[in-house]
Every structure is written in structure tokens, then in C-alpha cells.
């Protein structure tokens, strides 16, 4: 355990280098971007080093893991984002344990988070995961709203009881007009974001970038950036 901390330590360090340097580039306060550590797959004993190593946001995106790890780890003070495509069937665990859902794609499911927020006495914080590789209305491959639907899901968020509307989310996509370009797809990502704070300015997360394109998404202007791999290496996987 003691060799894992260290190479968790050592992994963060240059994490935090990465994101340091890359908000120094951007002229950007370090304090404007928040790391999320997206622990999939990595057993709850590395969430519980990561915490002691100074982490306080963690992502996964599969409940049938999550839902355990979040329960073995329920007494530190963490903030757990669910990214991932998230069924409707998964939405009532999800809401017991989520802080954040950033992967909120269509009126079904935010429907479901309501009622399931309701149910459990929580408020959760919803990012609406934009697809910039969608047509009007089609979903992305990765899961994903088109732009032009941005604006439907937003009120319906900001109607719906026990959710709070937080921002935007994407990931780069792998095809269409901004394949392979991260930077313009995440500046893109933080132009909707303007749009959508011009109404509603506490809605102001960007989730935006992942260990191979943090820095893109810095330049662009993400508030959070969401790290996996370049944190916990590569090791065996659960299951």
C-alpha cells in the first residue's frame, strides 16, 4: 500500500504540473480549474489514498461499480461526479450517492433524476453533456445532446425539482467536423457555456478535457478537467 501511495503521489505531482503550467500559458489562475480524479475500474483503497493525498473530486460512470465504492468510502468528505451514460433503471442508486451527474443527454432521464432526488432529500448538480459530433436531434456516439438542444434540456433542468443546472460537459469527439481538434471542440464547448450563463450565471462548469487533452481544455477555458489514467497508471482492473 505504501508503494501505491507513493506512486499515486508521484502520479498527482505531475498531474498537477501539467495543470499548472498549462493555466500559466492560459494567463488563468490555478484555482479556476478543478481536478476530478476518474476512478473507474481502481478499487476503493486508491479513492481512499487519493483523499489522504489531498483529492476531493472523484468520477465514475458505471453505478454497478460506483454505488459500492461510494459506500465504502461514504465517511470522507468527497464530491462524486457520475460521468457516464447513465439508464434510467441505474437513476435511483445513482442519486443516493452522486454530488454531480455530468452526462445528462434527454428530458427521460432528467425526469428520472427528479424523482429520484425527491425521493432521496438531495439536490443534485446536473451538467448537461453536450455532443459535438450530433445532428440535430441525434445523440452523439458517446453519448450527448446536439447543441441545438442545450437550451430544451436546460429549462427542463431548472424546472424539475431536486435538480440544480451546473453547466456543460463534453468529451472530444472521435469523428466529424472536430476530430482530433480538442482545443477548438472544448473552445466551442465554452462558447454554449457563455450563452447559457447569460441567463443563468451560476450554471458556470465546463467539463472539459482528460488525461491525454487536459491541456486543450485548460486553454479553452474548462473549470474542471477529468483525469484517470495519467493519476492511477496503468494496473490490473476489477472484474
Not at 476531493?56 to 451514460?85: I, M
Not at 439508464?87 to 442519486?95: D, E, H, L, P, Y
Request: glycine residues 8%.
Amino acid at each position: 500500500m505504501t508503494d501505491r501511495r507513493t506512486e499515486l503521489a508521484e502520479n498527482l505531482a505531475r498531474v498537477e504540473e501539467r495543470i499548472a503550467a498549462a493555466c500559466a500559458a492560459a494567463g488563468r489562475k490555478r484555482e479556476e480549474v478543478t481536478l476530478i480524479v476518474v476512478t473507474k475500474t481502481y478499487p476503493a483503497s486508491d479513492v481512499r489514498l487519493l483523499h489522504e493525498l489531498g483529492v476531493r473530486h472523484v468520477a465514475e460512470n458505471k453505478d454497478q461499480e460506483a454505488a459500492p465504492k461510494a459506500a465504502a468510502c461514504a465517511d470522507l468528505d468527497l464530491t462524486w461526479h457520475f460521468v457516464g451514460q447513465l439508464q434510467t433503471n441505474k437513476v435511483r442508486s445513482v442519486a443516493g450517492y452522486a454530488d454531480v451527474v455530468q452526462s445528462v443527454d434527454r428530458l427521460k432521464l432528467v425526469r428520472a433524476l427528479s424523482t429520484a432526488a425527491v425521493r432521496a432529500g438531495r439536490e443534485l448538480g446536473c451538467l448537461i453533456q453536450v455532443a459535438l459530433d450530433a445532428e440535430s436531434g441525434r445523440q452523439g456516439d458517446r453519448g450527448g445532446v446536439a447543441p441545438d438542444a442545450i437550451g430544451e434540456l436546460a429549462a427542463a433542468v431548472d424546472e424539475a425539482p431536486g435538480l440544480r443546472l451546473d453547466g456543460l460537459m463534453t468529451v472530444a469527439p472521435l469523428e466529424g467536423p472536430y476530430a482530433g481538434r480538442q482545443q477548438a471542440a472544448f473552445e466551442r464547448l465554452v462558447e454554449f457555456s457563455s450563452s447559457l450563463r447569460a441567463d443563468r450565471p451560476a450554471a458556470n462548469m465546463v467539463s472539459a478535457g482528460m488525461s491525454a487533452d487536459l491541456e486543450e481544455a485548460v486553454a479553452a477555458g474548462a473549470t474542471h478537467v477529468r483525469v484517470g489514467t495519467a493519476v492511477l497508471g496503468v494496473r490490473p482492473r476489477l472484474g
